[in-house]
């Protein structure tokens, strides 16, 4: 049963309708050699019945590990609700609204999650969601550059705590309109920007993380003031539940943020193997037309009646095409739903709760991990739930081990941070109990005393 | 229709040209064009001091229905922008040749009169569209 609803007869009719002489007419524009002749390395079709089989077989490969990677995406506890509300139909079957104003409870869904993330990042305006973290990156810088039209340099300040694959999209995606990322250098001992900042060109933007990759606390205020004060802009990129602790970027500095942008997915998306995840965007109001997406408003109707409308949508691509503020403007319509019921179930006061606890938890782990011989902190200062720590060996093979013994250990931050050495990232976040922290500790305290890695 | 203002250069983007006293161009948007986009709720305008090359943006206007650029229709360099419009660009809707203007450019040479409109070709482009 193939599920396609038209027969060969239809297929031909249309063919005919459009005067083209078989499918394959339709994909002539692609250049012959990027065509592919045959798919070798597909195996051929497999009955429902044994693909599910594969499938659970490949599942049960993975194990139920206890997870302790950070590194961009968290282990969070997502409330039953959260998903048996964002699959009804009325939310799961939804789309980007074309005729938007006819689905009045996607629009004020979207108004709410927009609010409840301007709160959250202390800005004025959110844009209703970006892909992920690393495309908000992108479309942060390609609005700063819009936005600082005084600036022409087109050269973007990246602190040393700024993901490094948000960066390789970055540059993927602006790098085509002569945007440019340059590094801010480290301190070995803070693991944050070094002291003396450079006195050269301005930059047109500076994009500050907080909590750094690698797991520190920046001094956001001393950055967001020194970059204000060379007139550049001031990209604020943070994790949105430690927003429930740590001061919003909207108030860093004198004058706060002008772009707030992250990752959306601890707001109550699983980590599901790395997506799907969603971008979030804020901005001061003054800058509010540069934002790409969409924005959801609350109006009146004729009769007088609250309702919800699309605004600034004449810089959007169906109207603007080739000139709009971004053409990947769509938004992660599920995700934000799920993060909208998460963030109005939990409510701040829960929100600032799972914070603590997973502070506390890491807290606890490292200190558990650190009275390990061989496993020292990497930096000195505050963190929040992801902390840096320096192994007497190779990372990787300490890994290969825990994963044996069921615990993802960890991020190896050697392949992106190469002058760390031996570095492994780790957090635990709420959902880990006293007794599973015990659980790694003595298990990394075993791979460590059988001499993982030592040799390597 | 109104009548077109007689001592005005036009282009076929809808735009039109004023040479001031002082040498300086004086650009707009037409009284059609306000009425076909609608009205306006932002003014992006370029800074003083750029230059501008014919044929390529200036600057964008935003109405509720679509924001569309405007077009340099000579070369030079902008000596002013209607500053006005920022808070309140419905000025454009109100008064299209007088102070809804929207930058001052002073030219770069002589101006090519041959590549901008009559007024009567103008109206003439206008009359074409209608049909």
């Not at chain 1, 297929?11 to 499918?23: H, N």
């Not at chain 1, 969409?294 to 009769?303: E, F, K, M, S, V």
């Amino acid at each position: 049963m193939p599920f396609i609803p038209h027969t060969e007869k239809d297929t031909e009719e249309m063919l005919e309708a459009i005067g083209a002489p078989d499918l394959d007419a339709l994909f002539d524009e692609i250049p012959k050699d990027l065509m592919i002749e045959s798919l070798d390395g597909v195996p051929d079709a497999m009955s429902e019945m044994a693909i599910k089989r594969l499938m659970q077989e490949r599942a049960a490969q993975d194990g139920a590990p206890m997870c302790f990677i950070g590194a961009g995406a968290y282990d969070h506890h997502v409330p039953q609700a959260v998903w048996d509300i964002a699959t009804r139909s009325e939310f799961y079957t939804a789309y980007t609204p074309y005729q938007a104003e006819a689905s009045q409870g996607t629009l004020q869904t979207i108004y709410e999650y927009q609010t409840m993330i301007a709160e959250l990042t202390g800005l004025d305006v959110s844009n209703a969601s970006l892909y992920d973290g690393a495309s908000a990156l992108a479309e942060a810088a390609l609005m700063a550059v819009r936005g600082n039209r005084k600036n022409k340099s087109g050269r973007i300040l990246l602190a040393p705590g700024v993901n490094p694959t948000y960066e390789k999209v970055a540059a993927v995606i602006a790098g085509a309109q002569n945007i440019t990322f340059e590094r801010l250098e480290m301190d070995s001992v803070t693991g944050n920007t070094v002291a003396d900042l450079p006195d050269d060109e301005a930059p047109v933007a500076i994009a500050i993380q907080q909590p750094s990759f690698p797991g520190t606390l920046e001094d956001v205020d001393r950055l967001t003031d020194w970059a204000h004060e060379r007139g550049a802009f001031v990209i604020g990129i943070v994790n949105p539940t430690s927003l429930a602790l740590l001061k919003a970027p909207g108030h860093w500095g004198e004058a706060g943020v002008d772009i707030a942008c992250g990752e959306g997915q601890p707001l109550g998306v699983p980590l599901s193997s790395g997506g799907p995840y969603f971008g979030f965007m804020t901005c001061k109001q003054k800058h509010v037309r540069q934002m790409p997406g969409r924005i959801i408003g609350r109006t009146t109707d004729l009769d007088g009646q609250p309702g919800f409308t699309l605004t600034l949508q004449a810089r959007e691509q169906h109207i603007r095409r080739s000139k709009a503020t971004s053409n990947i403007c769509t938004n992660q319509g599920l995700m934000v739903t799920a993060a909208t019921i998460y963030m109005a179930l939990v409510g701040f006061h829960g929100l600032r709760s799972i914070a603590c606890r997973s502070h506390q938890n890491t807290a606890r782990l490292v200190d558990g991990l650190t009275a390990l011989d061989g496993v020292e902190r990497l930096f000195e200062g505050p963190y929040f739930h992801e902390v840096a720590l320096r192994l007497d060996r190779p990372v990787g093979a300490v890994l290969e081990a825990l994963s044996e013994r069921n615990i993802l250990g960890g991020f190896d931050l050697q392949p992106m941070y190469p002058d760390l050495g031996n570095a492994l990232l780790v957090c635990a976040t709420e959902t880990k109990t006293d007794a599973d922290i015990e659980a790694f500790v003595a298990a990394l305290g075993e791979v460590l005393a059988e001499g993982n890695g030592r040799s390597a | 229709m109104s009548e077109l203002p007689g001592d005005l250069m036009y282009t076929s983007e809808h735009e039109w040209l004023r040479r001031e006293d002082d040498g300086s161009i004086s650009i707009g948007v037409t009284d059609h064009a306000q009425a076909a986009l609608g009205d306006f709720v932002y003014v992006e305008l370029p800074e003083v001091g750029q230059d501008v090359e014919s044929g390529g943006d200036m600057a964008v206007v935003e109405s509720v229905k679509a924001a569309s650029d405007v077009y340099a229709p000579i070369d030079g360099k902008v000596v002013a922008v209607n500053d006005g419009l920022s808070d309140d660009p419905e000025t454009i809707n109100s008064d299209p040749y007088g102070e809804g203007w929207i930058v001052k450019i002073e030219p770069a040479g002589e101006i090519d009169e041959g590549a901008l409109l009559t007024p009567d070709a103008y109206q003439a482009l206008l009359d074409e569209e209608e049909v």
